[in-house]
């Protein structure tokens, strides 16, 4: 199997140092394998993407050194296969329409319980209010919602991956009861029609023969979600590599609103691509 990774930044600002530990490191990995790095615009949000930003994303990563194959997949072209997931998912009948607004699921939330966590990989658990409404009763402005205790009860056998990243390292077996009440059940199309993150990152890295799926450990509590979406939508499961995040003096990891930080910023004063390497630690 080729080893083939890539890199899938949202153009909604500058890249600052964190991403550009993330993209080296897996240009690296990928050299090293023998294999493929592959740039992605992950630009779904198309509110906040502009064009402006990915263009910048380009000067800066070929600035640091790295290549990519061309033309560069942007994830808004996708609809197709986007829909077509969604569609899947339905027939499996682990979808639900859902109206809550944010307010609304923040109100119907219980009392925090100690030992019960209230906040997920999307934000606040949903507490399900909508659940089990049939998909026909969707309406306009509608999100979708998978039903996470129902698509993890579709399969008998047991769904784990692989993370060889090093605060993570070894086989991850998902948890039924877990993911339920840890993560809830995860918006995969948006309010306005739009595909949500989970389920767009999983269509594109699949059409993109993603074998080894490199990101910020931020990023390692939605990897269930990503795994179990894979095995409903019968695709393979790559292998992960979670790596640590790039922080500031005082600890807070790095925002994209963090200008300071930003490659341009750098690079307009003057350092160079082994100076950036440095700082990150590669
Ligand atoms: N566009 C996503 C981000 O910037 C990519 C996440 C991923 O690598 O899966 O966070």
Not at 45 to 56: F, G, H, P, T, V
Not at 112 to 133: A, F, L, V
């Amino acid at each position: 199997m080729t080893f083939r990774t890539r890199f899938a930044p949202s153009p909604t600002g500058p890249l600052h140092l964190g991403h550009a530990y993330s993209a080296m490191l897996a240009h690296d990995m990928a050299k090293e394998h023998d294999g493929t790095f592959i740039l992605r615009m992950d630009d779904i949000d198309r509110e906040r993407s502009k064009a402006e930003w990915e263009a910048l994303a380009y000067e800066d990563l070929a600035w640091l050194g790295l290549t990519w194959p061309k033309p560069v997949l942007r994830q808004s072209r996708s609809a197709d296969r986007f829909a077509e997931a969604l569609q899947t998912l339905e027939k499996k009948g682990v979808l639900y329409p859902c109206s809550c607004s944010r307010a609304d699921v923040a109100n119907a939330a219980s009392a925090p319980q100690e030992g019960i966590p209230t906040h997920g990989p999307d934000g606040r658990i949903y507490p399900g209010t909508c659940r089990g409404r049939p998909m026909a009763s969707r309406l306009p402005g509608d999100a979708l919602r998978l039903d996470m205790a129902r698509a993890m009860d579709a399969f008998a056998h047991t769904l784990r991956f692989e993370e060889t990243g090093e605060k993570h390292f070894g086989q991850h077996v998902l948890d039924r009861d877990n993911m339920v009440a840890t993560i809830g059940d995860p918006i995969v199309s948006r309010k306005n029609g739009g595909i949500a993150y989970h389920l767009a990152v999983v269509v594109d890295d699949h059409g993109q023969n993603i074998t080894h799926v490199v990101r910020g450990t931020d990023l390692f509590d939605a990897t269930c979600i990503h795994v179990l979406l894979q095995k409903l939508l019968n695709l393979p499961t790559p292998t992960y590599h979670h790596h640590k995040l790039i922080r500031d003096e005082t600890g807070k990891r790095l925002a994209k609103r963090d200008d300071a930080r930003a490659i341009r910023a750098y690079r307009e004063d003057g350092a160079s691509p082994e100076d950036i390497r440095r700082m990150v630690g590669l």
